[in-house]
C-alpha cells in the first residue's frame, strides 16, 4: 500500500470518527425551562369606531329649496330644522281644504236639521216615509263628504309639515348635496347626517380568538396611542369567506373615539403564552421543540399563529429549545449547552 493511500484511509477514519462522535452527542442546542419564557399573551385586530346611524336625509315632497340651515361640519341636535323648502302652493291647499271643511260643516248642520224635523212629522203622518228615507240618505253623504274633506286637510297639513325639514337625531353634518333654489323631489339627497351618540368599534377578530376576547378583563381600543376602553356589544354569526373572520360590535365604556377612527382592538389571553420568535413550522403547523431524554421532540400548537404569541399546554418545567432549532427535526439527538 502506498503512502498517499495510507494517509487517504487515515484522513477518511479520522473524519468518520468526528461525524460519529457528532452524530453520538447530538446537535448543540439551549434550552429554558418553559415557565421562565411565558409571557401575557396580547391579542390584536383590526378595528374602526364606526356610527350607528349614517343618514342621508332627503325631501319627501317636491317642492324648491328655500333655506339650508346647515353646513359641513356642523353639529345638530335630533328634531332640529335644517331645510326649509317652499311651501307655498302646500299652504295654498291647506287653506282651500280648510275652506272646504267649513262649507262641508255647514252642510251636515243642515241635513242634521231637516232629518230631525223629519222624524218629528213623520209619526203625524205629515211626512211620506220616502222622504224621511231621503232626508236620512242626506246626512249620511254630508258625513262621508265631511270625512273625506277632514281627510284632505289632513293630507294638506301633512305637506305643509314637510316643507320643514327635521334632523332625525343629534349627530354631524358631513357632507352637503344640494343647494339653494333647487327643486327638491322625493326621495333626492339633501344632507348626509352622522349619530355622534352611538358610537361602536367594528373589528374583525379570528374565531379561534373569541373565546380570549369574551375572556378578557380588559379590552381596548387603540388609536393614536390612546385607548378607549370597550365592551362587546355582538357579534355576527357569518365568517368572512376572504380574511376568514367574523365582525365584532363594541361599545364605549367611557369616551367614544372620533368617528372613522382607524386603529387596533387589543385584548389579553386567558393564560400566557411563549414568545412569537420560538415558533418553528414543521409539517404546516407551527410549534415547538422542547428537549426529552437527548432528543428534540416537535409539539404542535395548532391555534398558533405566526407573528402571535401562542399559549401551551405543558408542565412548567418542560426544557423548551430557545437556540439551535431552527435546523432540528422531530427525533434529532440532542446536546444541551450552556
Not at 336625509?57 to 328634531?79: C, F, H, K, L, P
Request: hydrophobic share 40%.
Amino acid at each position: 500500500m502506498t503512502r498517499n493511500k495510507v494517509t487517504r484511509r487515515i484522513l477518511t477514519l479520522w473524519l468518520l470518527g468526528i461525524a460519529s462522535a457528532f452524530a453520538q452527542d447530538g446537535t448543540p442546542v439551549q434550552v429554558r425551562e418553559l415557565s421562565t419564557l411565558l409571557s401575557p399573551v396580547v391579542f390584536t385586530a383590526p378595528a374602526e369606531a364606526v356610527s350607528a346611524n349614517r343618514s342621508q336625509i332627503s325631501a319627501r315632497i317636491e317642492a324648491r329649496i328655500q333655506a339650508i340651515a346647515v353646513d359641513v361640519g356642523n353639529t345638530v341636535e335630533a328634531g332640529q330644522v335644517i331645510v326649509m323648502l317652499d311651501c307655498s302652493d302646500n299652504e295654498l291647499a291647506r287653506l282651500q281644504a280648510e275652506a272646504e271643511l267649513e262649507s262641508a260643516q255647514v252642510q251636515l248642520k243642515r241635513a242634521r236639521q231637516q232629518l230631525a224635523r223629519s222624524e218629528t212629522l213623520a209619526p203625524r203622518q205629515l211626512l211620506s216615509e220616502d222622504l224621511l228615507e231621503q232626508r236620512r240618505t242626506d246626512v249620511e253623504a254630508a258625513e262621508a263628504r265631511m270625512r273625506r274633506v277632514q281627510g284632505g286637510l289632513d293630507q294638506a297639513a301633512l305637506a305643509v309639515s314637510r316643507c320643514s325639514i327635521q334632523s332625525p337625531f343629534a349627530g354631524a353634518v358631513t357632507e352637503r348635496h344640494a343647494s339653494l333654489g333647487e327643486l327638491a323631489r322625493p326621495g333626492t339627497p339633501l344632507l348626509e347626517i352622522v349619530d355622534l351618540d352611538t358610537i361602536e368599534v367594528a373589528a374583525q377578530v379570528f374565531p379561534a380568538e373569541l373565546a380570549h376576547l369574551d375572556a378578557s378583563p380588559r379590552v381596548v381600543f387603540s388609536f393614536l396611542d390612546q385607548e378607549y376602553p370597550v365592551t362587546t356589544a355582538r357579534r355576527s354569526p357569518v365568517i368572512d369567506p376572504v380574511s376568514r373572520t367574523q365582525e365584532v360590535r363594541l361599545t364605549f365604556v367611557e369616551q367614544a373615539a372620533p368617528v372613522g377612527a382607524s386603529g387596533r382592538l387589543v385584548w389579553h389571553g386567558r393564560e400566557p403564552g411563549v414568545p412569537a420568535g420560538l415558533l418553528v413550522q414543521r409539517g404546516g403547523s407551527l410549534g415547538i421543540f422542547i428537549a426529552r431524554n437527548g432528543r428534540a421532540v416537535y409539539h404542535p400548537l395548532p391555534r398558533a399563529q405566526e407573528g402571535r404569541p401562542a399559549m401551551v399546554d405543558l408542565p412548567p418545567d418542560t426544557r423548551v429549545v430557545t437556540d439551535g432549532r431552527q435546523g432540528l427535526r422531530d427525533g434529532d439527538p440532542v446536546t444541551v449547552v450552556d
